[in-house]
Every structure is written in structure tokens, then in C-alpha cells.
Nanobody
């Protein structure tokens, strides 16, 4: 069993920054990668980014590339999402996720391939 607790959301003006955190506990040794999804009002949940816990390979959705940075601290079993140059379009509930699977290509983007989820943290970007 793995438990994920995500935090750090809040209200910020356009152009500002936020840092989200995702703390994992339990059988974290089984996780291969952790990442973030988001769901905006009226939209489907979408992939944002992920990082492999061994090697630290990162991948980003085009919509956030160059603005968001994912990182991990394996000693703390924690993954971070640094969000800069925030836009109103970034407003969403952000969910941390973890997977034990070694995925390829578009499989990384599919939420059904992730085993564990945080409760979600709200990010609101005002114009």
C-alpha cells in the first residue's frame, strides 16, 4: 500500500509561482514513477508531468513545458512541482499520482496506468 498526500495549492495572480508537494508513505519501494495530473472545471483530467524515481527522467505536457519543473527528493519520498509564470488556464485541481509500471510512449499520459493518487490540491490563478 502507498499513500500520497499532495499540498501547496492556493490562489495566485497570473505570472506568479506556486510549489506543490507530494509526500509518499507506505511501500514506496514499489513505485517506479510519480507525476501530476490536473482537472480544470468542465474538462477531463489531463497529464501534466512525471518523473522516474530511479534516474530522474522527466517528461512534460506541451502546455506546461518551460514553465513547470518536477523534481524529487528520494530521501524524503517527496515529489515537487514548481510552477512558474502561471496562467489562468492553469487553474485546476492538481493530483499527485504514482505507478509501479514501466510505461512507454503515450502510456505515461493515461491515468488508468497509475496505481495511487493524492486527494488533490486546488490551484487558482487569477487574471
Amino acid at each position: 500500500q502507498v499513500q500520497l498526500v499532495d499540498s501547496g495549492g492556493g490562489l495566485v495572480q497570473a505570472g506568479g509561482s506556486l510549489r506543490l508537494s507530494c509526500a509518499a508513505s507506505g511501500h514506496t519501494f514499489s513505485n517506479y514513477a510519480m507525476g501530476w495530473f490536473r482537472q480544470a472545471p468542465g474538462k477531463e483530467r489531463e497529464f501534466v508531468t512525471r518523473i522516474t524515481l530511479i534516474g530522474g527522467s522527466t517528461y512534460y505536457a506541451d502546455s506546461v513545458k518551460g514553465r513547470f519543473t518536477i523534481s524529487r527528493d528520494n530521501a524524503k519520498n517527496t515529489v515537487y512541482l514548481q510552477m512558474n509564470s502561471l496562467k489562468p488556464e492553469d487553474t485546476a485541481v492538481y493530483y499527485c499520482a504514482a505507478t509501479s509500471r514501466r510505461l512507454y510512449g503515450s502510456a505515461w499520459y493515461q491515468d488508468r496506468n497509475y496505481d495511487y493518487w493524492g486527494q488533490g490540491t486546488q490551484v487558482t490563478v487569477s487574471s
